[in-house]
Nanobody, 116 residues
Framework: QVQLVESGGGLVQAGGSLRLSCTAS????????MGWYRQTPGKQRELVAI???????NYADSVKGRFTISRDNAERKVYLQMSSLKPEDTDVYYC??????????WGQGTQVTVSS
């Protein structure tokens, strides 16, 4: 079983930028979809961005034009570049991986806090 570890979260002022990283313990070549979700305590986890093994991407409407997802299979990493951050982006961000025929794998989460 692969483990996913997020890093790069922190405190940033509105309008600033952060880059989140997700590092897998094993090869990510077989994961058809990888991405990022976020969750406010007490609320449902929501999709932020996904990227397929072929490089196709999909973003939540709220982050389009501000966030960019990418993956580096050789480095076993998925990134989320976040720019023009808003206070409403404050959340715990979770790395996600899915392989066809298997259930999803989740990271432990990293906190992103955007101050006004």
């Amino acid at each position: 079983q692969v483990q996913l570890v997020e890093s790069g979260g922190g405190l940033v002022q509105a309008g600033g930028s952060l880059r989140l990283s997700c590092t897998a313990s094993r090869s990510i070549f077989s994961f058809n979809r990888m991405g990022w979700y976020r969750q406010t305590p007490g609320k449902q986890r929501e999709l932020v961005a996904i990227i397929t093994s072929g490089g196709s991407t999909n973003y939540a409407d709220s982050v389009k034009g501000r966030f960019t997802i990418s993956r580096d299979n050789a480095e076993r990493k998925v990134y989320l570049q976040m720019s023009s951050l808003k206070p409403e982006d404050t959340d715990v961000y979770y790395c996600y991986a899915e392989r066809v025929g298997y259930g999803p794998v989740w990271g432990q989460g990293t906190q992103v806090t955007v101050s006004s």
